[in-house]
């Protein structure tokens, strides 16, 4: 099982970047994924789901700026990540939870990619 994470880097306040995950080792359309991210002495916190069917689910700090999606046919998920601001900086991780309507539920995750908001 893989999930390799791209897409990080330096960007300023109000500025975007795209992150994706690439799956690979698992039945990736079985699986709700994930973005979560953990700042430097803080915990890991979730920043976006999306599941099995489609259903989309954000922390509250990142409303409106960004946006989860999946793409089954490349197993892939995406985080569209715009207006972006200080507070966003963290090492940004892909998750995948599954596979779902199984009593054995597994619980993947990348290397994490870092993203840095500063002027």
């Known amino acids: 099982v893989q999930l390799v994470e791209s897409g990080g880097g330096l960007v300023q306040p109000g500025g975007s970047l795209r992150l994706s995950c690439a799956a690979s080792?698992?039945?990736?359309?079985?699986?709700?994924m994930g973005w979560y991210r953990q700042a430097p002495g803080k915990q890991r916190e979730l920043v976006a789901t999306i599941t099995t069917g489609g259903s989309i689910n954000y922390a509250d700090s990142v409303k409106g700026r960004l946006t989860i999606s999946r793409d089954n046919a490349n197993n892939t998920v995406d985080l569209q990540m715009n207006s972006l601001k200080p507070e966003d900086t963290a090492v940004y991780y892909c998750?995948?939870?599954?596979?779902?309507?199984?009593?054995?539920?597994?619980?993947?995750w990348g290397q994490g990619t870092q993203v840095t908001v500063s002027s």
């Open positions: 998750n995948a939870d599954g596979p779902i309507g199984t009593l054995s539920r597994y619980d993947y």
């Open positions: 080792g698992f039945t990736f359309s079985r699986y709700n």
